[in-house]
């Protein structure tokens, strides 16, 4: 479960950035396409953040869903089931969202 890692990495990183200061919420994106599964975050966070800053935070989570644009018939679609494939049948798609994993914003107390 990579979740775990990647999740200790984000409450590794807010707490460089706000040091001492109590954390009231972290808010993510994640992406339909990144491959991590926010269920999973989500999970592990209140063990990450147990000792830190960030104990007792909330997690919000948004998830950004896999959006492409297709060079075949420039198509632009969203993808429901996370198979890169156009409704054309073209798998020559460029990915607009869905691949993000990022830390959107830090609510300090």
């Known amino acids: ?3 775990l890692a990647i999740t200790e990495d984000v409450v590794r990183t807010v707490c460089e950035a706000v040091g001492t200061a109590r954390v009231a919420r972290v808010r993510l994106a994640i992406g339909k396409l990144s491959g991590v599964l926010p269920a999973a975050v989500s ?3 209140e ?3 147990a000792g830190t800053p960030l104990e007792g935070a909330r997690l919000e989570v948004e998830e950004i869903p896999a959006r492409v644009h297709c060079r075949t018939c420039r ?3 969203q ?3 996370g198979i890169p494939l156009c409704r054309c049948g073209s798998a ?3 990915v607009l969202t869905g691949q993000e994993l990022k830390i959107q914003e830090v609510e300090v107390a």
């Open 1 to 3: 479960m990579h979740e």
């Open 43 to 45: 999970f592990c966070f």
């Open 47 to 49: 063990v990450c953040a």
């Open 75 to 77: 198509a632009e679609a």
């Open 79 to 81: 993808l429901d089931d």
């Open 92 to 94: 020559d798609l460029d």
